[in-house]
């Protein structure tokens, strides 16, 4: 009987030990992967939901997400998040979390808005016409750039008006209406209202004058989703959009107000001359003359 080599048996040895060791690893990482698919059952958009959408049961639906995949706030009970409203869009199968709901004793009407203003940031309404307004084309999330038309500064010539691009990539928070005084009666204009920084939002108020005093005149100019580049322009005029040289601007500089004159100080009247007689004195053949005042009655 042949013995067996002792190196065959030792290959295979090995062979056993490490397919013993492979097959046990493999049951043990399948049994916790499994355990980690399972997961937890929350809830979820069960279709594209809206800014400002009320959600009930059509738009919930349970799912299942593994626990270390969940964000902060998820909700295991739909119960819970029916009623609410959403402040910010969700797609299908987005996990419902409570930063994008409603707080539970927010406002429901009206009060929308002060959830979606980024934090630092303010909300500006501008109104618009069809035209500037892109004709209805600008809705929530798009980004525009803003121009303002007005006169310019120095110019004469209230007519003589500069187009310049004034802020850039400002993200819309809302289109709606809104209520304007147009000869002593109300008309109804579309409405934008624009995300912007504190130090934008009084760029854009002092270039339409505030409060509706109109100085200028705003178009919006909406942006490709994915084009946020900045760009450098030196603004518009009719003479530059037509190729013709522009003109001078003479600005007058104010003058002071020349100091006023003094009068000069009026001499003091000369003493009034007195009334005198003359005589003639003839002495020894010498003529003199004598005067004497006249004596005043």
Known sequence: MTRPNPVTIA??????LA??????????????????IQGVSIA????????????????IKLATWPKEALALGYQTDAKKVSGRVAV???????????AKLMPQDGATNGGIMTYIVPQGHRAVTVSV????????????GSRVD?????????????????SKIILQNVPVLASGQGTEQKE?????????????????????????GGNGANKGALQLLLRNVIDTAAVDTKGATIPKALNLPEPRIVRVAARKAAPARKAPASKPAPPPV?????????KGGVKTTREFPLANN
């Open 11 to 16: 290959i295979t040895l090995a062979l056993l």
């Open 19 to 36: 397919g013993s060791a492979s097959f046990w690893s493999y049951k043990y990482l399948k049994e916790q992967s499994s355990a980690r």
């Open 44 to 59: 979820a958009a069960a279709k594209d939901i809206a800014i400002g959408t009320k959600l009930d049961a059509g738009h």
């Open 88 to 98: 910010r869009p969700m797609s299908a199968g987005d996990i419902i979390t409570e």
């Open 129 to 140: 016409n069809e035209v500037a307004g892109v004709a209805g084309f600008i809705t929530p």
């Open 146 to 162: 803003i121009v303002l038309t007005t006169p310019r500064p120095g110019a004469a010539d209230k007519e003589d008006k500069i």
């Open 184 to 208: 002593g009666k109300p008309v109804i204009v579309p409405t934008v209202t624009l995300d912007l920084t504190p130090e934008d939002a009084e760029k854009l108020i002092v270039g339409v």
């Open 274 to 282: 007195q009334a005198k007689f003359t005589v003639e004195v003839i």
